[in-house]
Structure formats: C-alpha cells, structure tokens
C-alpha cells in the first residue's frame, strides 16, 4: 500500500512555541492531504483538508490561525501549531487520498505526531 | 451534520473467542471503510465496501455492507493476541465532494490470552 511519513514522530516543546509538523506521501503524488487531532482513548477529529496549491478547508471550531496548513507540493503538507499551548497537546496524524482515478478513495495515514505541551 | 455511531465502545475478549463490531450512519454511504488502529499506533486501512449488501473476507475477519448501505459490521472469528486494537469504521461525507472521511467512534477491543 501506499506510504505516508510523518515528522517529527513525537516532540515536546514550551508554552508559547510553535511546532511545524510535516506529512509526505512517498509513493504517490497526494493532492489532498488531511489533518486529524485524536485525543486518548477518543476516535479520529478531522481538523482540516489540505489541497495542494490552494487553502486549506478547516472543520467548524478549528481556528486557521492557530493551525496553519500549507500544502506546497504534491507529497508535502505541513501543520504549524502557532503559540501552543497545554490544551493543545494531542496525537496529530496526517492522511494523503490517492490522486482522482485511482481504483480507492482510502486515505493513507501517516505514523503520528505526539505533541506535548509543557 | 453526518453521524457514524459504533458499538459497542469497548469489547474484552478470551483469546479463542469471537468479536462483532457494529457501525451505522446517520445517512446513506456511497461506500464503508473500516482501519485498524494498535495502542499507541495510527490508523491501518483493512477493506472498503462499496456494493449493497456486500461481504468480504480477510482470513478470519469477515466484514458486511448493509442492504441500506447504511450499516455495516466487522467480525472476528477466533480472536487472537494479535487483533488487540481500536476498528474504526469511516464514511465519505455527504456534505462535500465525499474525499473527507467521518469517523466512527471506534471498538477497543482487548484479547485476554
């Protein structure tokens, strides 16, 4: 199957720091990325879709300033935590959709962020 | 908005014993996908449904489409220690062009050896 990388894998940073987390696809051209926040013992929370060469389309409730998304290439899509903050220590994990035509609309995850916020 | 609710939210099996995992949407589904996901690991695709009433088979996993296409179920024949893990089913959504997923609340189950 297809092979989505995340980076860093798990990171701990102070309040008030911004972390950038990056997801590639590394055997496919992605051009939809999607960024979910999963909570301990909670199921997957879409946080945004990431359509590469145009802006990000963020669920209700999730602010595009604090979580920036930029999707620069076709197997590259980054989420910036801007002035994080306890709260928003999660597992953030990506997912790249195969290109239109494909034979599945799956989505492929990435390994997973873990952030904590000190 | 779109709903998919899971039961049960929690299974506790012994080894050797069978599992179900049950999932309904709140709307019709062009198709059902259903991932795996291991403590501490992220989710794993298994299989996608896409035809009413389907049912598929992975060894001893066998998963069904509802003739509604709007719930499905995953069972497992003989659990081992190796299926411990949260199943997750996920739907496209409606309310786009249906690249974006919503998810289940998820089974955890956990296989006593």
């Known amino acids: 199957g297809a092979v989505v990388s995340q980076h860093p894998s798990w990171v701990i940073c102070k309040s008030g720091t911004s972390v950038k987390i990056e997801c590639r696809s590394l055997d496919f051209q992605a051009t939809t990325m999607f960024w979910y926040r999963q909570f301990p013992k909670q199921s997957l929370m879409l946080m945004a879709t990431?359509?590469?060469?145009?802006?990000?389309?963020?669920e209700q409730g999730v602010e595009k300033d604090k979580f920036l998304i930029n999707h620069a290439s076709l197997t590259l899509s980054t989420l910036t935590v801007t002035s994080a903050h306890p709260e928003d220590s999660s597992f953030y994990i990506c997912?790249?959709?195969?290109?239109?035509?494909?034979?599945?609309?799956?989505?492929?995850f990435g390994p997973g962020t873990r952030l904590t916020v000190l | 908005g779109q709903q998919v609710m899971q039961i049960p939210q929690y299974q506790h099996v012994q080894e050797g014993e069978d599992f179900t995992t049950y999932c309904n949407s709140s709307?019709?589904?062009?198709?059902i996908q259903w991932y795996k996901q291991r403590p501490g690991g992220h989710p794993v695709f298994l299989i996608q449904?896409?035809?009413?009433?389907e049912v598929k088979k992975q060894k001893r996993l066998t998963f069904q489409f509802g003739e509604a296409k709007k719930n499905s179920s995953l069972h497992i024949t003989a659990t081992q220690t190796t299926d411990v893990g949260t199943y997750f089913c996920a739907g496209p959504s409606r309310e786009t062009s249906g690249s974006r997923l919503t998810f289940g609340e998820g089974t955890q189950l956990t296989v006593n050896p």
């Open positions: 997912s790249a959709r195969p290109p239109r035509g494909a034979r599945t609309d799956t989505q492929y």
């Open positions: 709307t019709t589904l062009s198709n």
């Open positions: 449904l896409v035809k009413s009433g």
């Open positions: 990431s359509n590469e060469g145009s802006k990000a389309t963020y």
